[in-house]
């Protein structure tokens, strides 16, 4: 009854999920504050510890980060529930429309369930992966500039 291979709606949300265009981004902004805490450190304007703080600053981006993912995953439930229920009206409908037995319906609706409830644990998986993966890299690399960005810039 209910595919969802062919449903472009669900490809196209999987493609958008934390994906590689938003962590570029995230990536780019995290370089740019970390080129300008250089650059502010070696002008000494106002300190020469601006290195150190836009460690802080990737940091804060870092936990940013966690929080969009978690934003994205909830956004992900109200989505699919959303296409779950459309796919159940329309599967019961061409049931009761070809008059299927009560087993046949049941077995039917229940794959549809399934179905979904597979893709949601594989788009949520997705998510996880990705968002925890940039998460830990800008809050390792965050604390390392913080914590260690003056050292760097008295060697250079």
């Known amino acids: 009854m ?15 999920i934390h994906g590689a265009v938003y962590q570029v981004v995230v990536l780019l902004i995290a370089l740019i504050l970390a080129l300008t805490g250089i650059w502010l450190s070696h002008l000494q304007w106002l300190g020469y510890e601006w290195f150190s703080r836009a460690g802080s600053l990737i940091v804060v981006l870092g936990v940013a980060s966690g929080f969009g993912g978690i934003f994205q ?44 409830d597979d893709l949601e644990e594989s788009l949520q998986t997705s998510i996880k992966v ?27």
Request: charged share 25%.
């Open 2 to 16: 209910a595919d969802l291979s062919g449903d472009k709606s669900l490809i196209h949300m999987k493609g958008q």
């Open 130 to 156: 990705q968002a925890g993966t940039l998460e830990f890299f800008l809050l390792v690399v965050g604390t390392l500039i913080w914590g260690f960005g003056d050292i760097a810039i008295a060697l250079l």
């Open 73 to 116: 995953e909830q956004l992900l439930r109200s989505r699919l529930l959303v296409q779950e229920r459309i796919a159940l009206a329309k599967t019961r409908r061409k049931l009761r429309l070809m008059q299927a037995p009560p087993e046949f319906a049941d077995e039917e609706i229940n794959r549809v369930i399934k179905q979904y």
